[in-house]
């Protein structure tokens, strides 16, 4: 029998989702389903689902430190480990359904990633994404539009990326992302790929300046992706040498995200809204 459930249509500078209440985990979506959902013609139309969870109430979640989970799908069904846009909207969801607060404390979200804190900021949300790992040796990245294959770093931020330098603004605008850029070595989990331009200057009053386009694993060209604004900041960092900022700011296609360092963690700071809400009926 069909079953009708309710919806909250949320994004972070453009990179949106369908946030779907499940506090007590009664819900068992398919991929299939999440795949419907997030369709742009057939379904509300995402690039992921949120589902919101009391830890208790997944295995991915026992023993967690923190009420609430962010059981987070990619527009294909696939499950992935963290999204930096997503749990600023995860938050406010939470926030303005009453269901926490964020006030001196911040607040404790449990992820595939292990638990992460948001507080608020001058730009809505900031997230503490926690540490980070610089992957050795260069990953070749080959994508439509970009002329010889480049070389990319990987970087781990709770979630795996590839982040590729490109000389200028026109390449970076002719890139075709419609197409999955080909990686080699592929890495096991597989990865989202961030191609950035520094600014000229580079670092302005203390902060750095970039500007990114990104393909999502199991979505495909996305208008922002907070953790990878987050690695592409961390691997223009690492390129610039030990004078480089803490202080980032990044462009993206839907917007502008801020990006920090702060004793061996990395945090990200940006809006999240919500947008409707209303109820589907699942397929």
């Known amino acids: 029998m069909p079953q009708t459930i309710p919806f909250t249509k949320g994004h972070g500078t453009g990179n949106d989702f369908v946030v779907i209440p499940d506090p007590d985990g009664a819900l068992d979506l398919s991929d299939d389903q999440v795949a419907v959902l997030c369709d742009r013609r057939f379904g509300i139309g995402a690039d992921?689902?949120?589902r919101v969870v009391r830890s208790s109430a997944i295995p991915e979640g026992a023993g967690a430190d923190a009420e609430w989970f962010m059981d987070y799908r990619n527009a294909d069904g696939s499950?992935?480990?963290?999204?930096?846009?997503?749990?600023?909207?995860?938050?406010?969801?939470?926030?303005?359904?009453?269901?926490?607060?964020?006030?001196?404390?911040?607040l404790a979200i449990a992820t595939r990633a292990g638990v992460k804190h948001v507080t608020r900021s001058d730009r809505g949300f900031e997230v503490d994404l926690g540490t980070w790992r610089v992957e050795s040796g260069d990953v070749l990245v080959r994508a439509k539009g970009a002329g010889a294959p480049r070389p990319g770093m990987g970087i781990d931020?709770?979630?795996?990326?590839?982040?590729?330098?490109?000389?200028?603004?026109?390449e970076l605008d002719a890139l075709d992302l419609a197409a999955v850029p080909q990686l080699h070595p592929e890495p096991a989990k597989g990865a989202n790929v961030e191609f950035v331009v520094p600014s000229d200057p580079l670092v302005h009053a203390g902060t750095g300046s970039i500007r990114m386009r990104v393909f999502e694993r199991g979505v495909g060209?996305?208008?922002?992706?907070?953790?990878?604004?987050?690695?592409?900041?961390?691997?223009?960092?690492e390129w610039a040498g030990p004078a480089a900022p803490d202080a980032w700011t990044v462009d993206v296609p839907g917007g502008t995200l801020g990006v920090r360092m702060h004793d061996g963690h990395v945090l990200l700071s940006g809006p999240a809204t919500l947008v409707y809400a209303g109820e589907v009926t699942l397929a």
């Not at 406010?92 to 009453?98: F, N």
């Open 48 to 50: 992921g689902v949120l």
């Open 79 to 106: 499950a992935a480990e963290m999204c930096g846009n997503g749990i600023r909207v995860f938050a406010r969801y939470l926030v303005d359904a009453g269901w926490a607060f964020i006030d001196d404390e911040p």
């Open 157 to 170: 931020v709770g979630n795996p990326h590839v982040v590729v330098a490109l000389p200028d603004t026109d």
């Open 221 to 237: 060209e996305t208008l922002s992706c907070g953790t990878g604004v987050a690695a592409a900041a961390l691997a223009v960092r």
